[in-house]
């Protein structure tokens, strides 16, 4: 199941493709340079691995427990849109752990990110010895990281990070912590057809 957020729950997807020498009129993204923190806790059992499918559009970066595991996805059409696969095991603790992940969504139309289409979510699904423990649904919470802001540079490819870390949620990936989120919304009609990326993502 593909979540959002409120602010995006209801926006009209555009469609942003067309032949190059094409005049064609598109309307800006309702948002832009948007980062936006979803959680989950879960109880972990003892001798069992945990591995994770994700996706994200725009971006992702995933934290279990704290620790860095893996970005992506690779940039792809909605008709062929990418999702991970990663090994959580070394992160995961008996008892309650938490997966965080910070999603990135520009917002800007240029040949770098396929985004300014208002389509801004999030996919995961968590295996505990491949079997299907839990996936992405309302139950995750989320809330914007308000720390960011900036100017775009570079032909509107990329936002400067200017950030003020007076603002910035030190604990969003600490166990426990709901202070100040919201239950994530479900994408009612998710237009991403999934393939996993060939290529290693970062890490």
Not at 43 to 67: C, E, F, P, W
Not at 158 to 179: H, P, S
Request: hydrophobic fraction near 30%; include cysteine; charged fraction near 25%.
């Amino acid at each position: 199941m593909w979540i959002t957020t409120r602010e995006f729950e209801n926006l009209k997807p555009i469609y942003v493709f067309h032949k190059q020498l094409d005049k064609k009129e598109i309307e800006p993204s309702t948002y832009c340079n948007i980062h936006t923190h979803f959680v989950k806790d879960f109880d972990a059992k003892r001798d069992k691995s945990y591995t994770i499918a994700i996706s994200a559009d725009d971006y992702y970066k995933l934290y279990v427990n704290g620790n860095f595991v893996c970005q992506g996805p690779a940039p792809a059409y909605t008709s062929n849109y990418k999702y991970n696969q990663a090994d959580i095991t070394p992160y995961i603790k008996v008892g309650t752990n938490r997966i965080a992940v910070h999603v990135y969504y520009q917002g800007k139309i240029n040949r770098v990110w396929n985004s300014g289409d208002n389509r801004m979510g999030l996919w995961a699904k968590i295996h505990e010895n491949d079997t299907l423990a839990f996936e992405t649904d309302e139950s995750w919470l989320y809330k914007y990281a308000e720390e960011f802001s900036g100017e775009t540079t570079g032909y509107e490819t990329q936002y400067l990070e200017n950030i003020n870390f007076a603002k910035k949620d030190l604990t969003w990936k600490t166990t426990g912590v709901t202070a100040g989120f919201t239950n994530a919304v479900r994408v009612t009609s998710p237009e991403w057809q999934l393939t996993e990326q060939p290529t290693t993502q970062l890490s």
